[in-house]
């Protein structure tokens, strides 16, 4: 027995098996022929030991077999069966053993045909109350009613809120309606009032300063007191001019608008029948 093609039993190569692993001979025991029967008996041929029953053996050392016995080889467990002639045992008999397994089969394939029957029976059960056991075709057969749509048309996409009536004016008609708060006057701009200048305080750094060196309040600076009196002015630049630059620009004006164009003819009109 090992795992080379000549050996009579060829196991498999897992778990530290060899070419030729043990030997199994029916021969006397040690030799002896005088009124002793023959047995089996197993040598081990291998480096690595094997377990007969509970007793290991080593390499080159040899032991009985008999009915029943067990052997591990490397991962390989192995039963012992020896009979005479053509007896056998309920163990090893291979009408036995196909039956026992035929029978096994029978009943793992029952037992997973009655899981199949209940999964589908509950499949069925669910299709029936949800109404998924009738065919696909019957769900065209009922037209589907759009509510939203039959409310579009009773009630509308929008809601009515009344609006507040205008009250009438002579302009309701007129294209030439003047704009809110606008006056045939010339409307003149109103500037923003400037800033009073307001003194330095006596708390300021720059004022004391001045103070140490010699200068009083509301005077002039330099020598003969001939400079500026009050303090440098800030003001925010905001257009693209240089510093220095005094010269306005002018300003160019927007074309007018058609709303704009109307009450300027209407505005002529006035002045002209005003003047006659």
Known sequence: MGCARHCTVQLPDEGAIDEEHVKITYDYPDGQVDNVEKSFWIKNL??????????????????????????????????????????????????????????LAAQTKQVMRSRESSRREVLNNLKRKYGLDKPVSSFHDNEYQDRAKVRRKLVGSEVDIPKKPKAETIYDNCLATPI????????????????????????????????????????????SEQGSVSSIATS?????????????????????????????????????????
């Open 236 to 276: 925010l630049k905001a257009d693209r001019t240089g510093l220095g630059h005094s010269v306005e620009t002018p300003q160019v004006k927007r074309p007018m608008t058609y709303k704009e164009r109307l009450l300027e003819k209407t505005r002529s009109r006035f002045q002209e029948l005003e003047k006659s």
């Open 180 to 223: 809110p708060g606008a006056t045939l006057e010339t409307v003149e701009l109103k500037t923003k009032p400037k800033k009073e200048e307001v003194p330095i305080s006596e708390d300021n750094k720059g004022f004391k300063l001045l103070k140490s060196m010699g200068w009083s309040e509301g005077k002039g600076l330099g020598k």
């Open 46 to 103: 291998s480096r690595h030991a094997i377990l007969v029953n509970d007793t290991v053996l080593t390499r080159k050392k040899t032991a009985e077999l008999k009915h029943g016995d067990a052997m591990l080889i490397g991962d390989n467990r192995i039963s012992v069966h020896i009979h005479k002639g053509m007896n056998t045992c309920n163990e090893c008999e291979p009408g036995i053993l196909s039956k026992e397994a035929e029978a």
